[in-house]
């Protein structure tokens, strides 16, 4: 099938590339970021793959459907950013990438939390200008401390498994509970009590009108001061707003950022010799006790081929007329 494959930089086109030994796909990569002014660059081509911070909205859908797509492949798990009314709407068929390595998700947001506790990132810098000084630096043990997991599915049960070798007390919140966490030492409670009661608290579900802003002004009220915050999940569970009161306040003493909710003008992109016109994003960037990341937790060898081979062979099995256990259904 032919498919035009956008916003690519070139490991994408490399771990895509290899993959498609097999499937035999013609890959047309295009640098640009998907969206309605750029969908016309799919004219001709059946199937378009996207990712994470494209932008398939109805205009976009509209657009594509008039130059002949009707696949779009998303090579990533989240899809809250294709409006599925409008792609079922234009006979446009979604398939994601549910998992690839959920591993490599969870032990970023154990990286963070080290790196936060210790201030292994204060303490590099330091130590490159010859300045050898330990104020400042002091952290404490994660060994007894409570961390609430918000999310137990693959990457949150992970994270689980990680933080009880550690001898954390995990507590965990899910719609759907897991036995299978519940044998990794997590005890489900609720949202309130974990707000309240957990010392490290780290976002693992996904974006919904549910959870958006989940962590907002009421939610950081309830917390211990002090707590340690973790999002490797989606920028809009968190008001960043809100955190950053809750982060001049006090009452988060810790914040480890993968993602941000006004992440798509800026991650990806090498902006050092531009102002950066976000100004929220500026403001958080100042603080000594937050780290952003630029939505990396993903990247590791073993996920990008997990992404690459799932992502084609999702193609190969809607272009053979199957149904695709991966393909993304509209709930009623």
Do not use: W
């Not at 609720?190 to 919904?208: G, K, Q, R, V």
């Amino acid at each position: 099938m032919k498919v035009a494959v956008f916003n690519t930089k070139a490991y994408d086109r490399s771990f895509l590339s290899a993959a498609n030994e097999q499937y035999r796909h013609e890959l047309v990569f295009f640098e640009a970021h998907l969206n309605s002014a750029t969908a016309a660059m799919a004219q001709g081509f059946p199937a378009v793959c996207a990712f994470v911070n494209d932008h398939l909205d109805s205009a976009t859908l509209r657009v594509l459907a008039q130059g002949g797509t009707r696949l779009v492949a998303l090579r990533c798990a989240g899809f809250n950013n294709v409006d599925l009314k409008a792609a079922q709407a234009q006979q446009i068929t979604v398939v994601r990438v549910p998992a690839y390595s959920p591993y490599a998700v969870a032990e970023h947001a154990v990286a963070l939390l080290l790196t936060l506790n210790r201030k292994v990132h204060r303490a590099y810098n330091r130590v490159r200008e010859e300045n050898f000084t330990l104020d400042g630096l002091l952290g404490v043990d994660v060994h007894g401390l409570t961390v609430g997991i918000i999310g137990t599915g693959r990457i949150g049960l992970q994270v689980a498994r990680i933080m009880n070798g550690f001898g954390c007390r995990l507590l965990g919140f899910d719609p759907q509970p897991s036995a299978v966490a519940e044998q990794s030492g997590v005890r489900y409670a609720d949202l309130e009590e974990i707000f309240s009661t957990a010392d490290i608290i780290t976002l693992h579900c996904p974006l919904t009108p549910q959870t958006r802003h989940l962590i907002d002004a009421a939610a950081i009220a309830q917390m211990k001061t002090g707590v340690m915050l973790l999002n490797t999940g989606r920028g809009a569970l968190i008001d960043t707003a809100a955190v950053i009161a809750g982060l001049k306040s006090g009452k988060i003493g810790h914040l480890g950022l993968d993602v941000y909710e006004e992440e798509d003008s800026l991650f990806y992109e090498d902006l050092s010799n531009v102002v950066l016109q976000d100004d929220v994003f500026a403001r958080l960037l100042t603080f000594p006790n937050v780290i952003v990341t630029a939505h990396q937790a993903f990247f590791t060898r073993n996920a990008l081929e997990g992404i690459a081979q799932t992502t084609l062979a999702n193609i190969t099995e809607v272009e053979r007329g199957g149904r695709c256990a991966n393909q993304v259904v509209l709930k009623e």
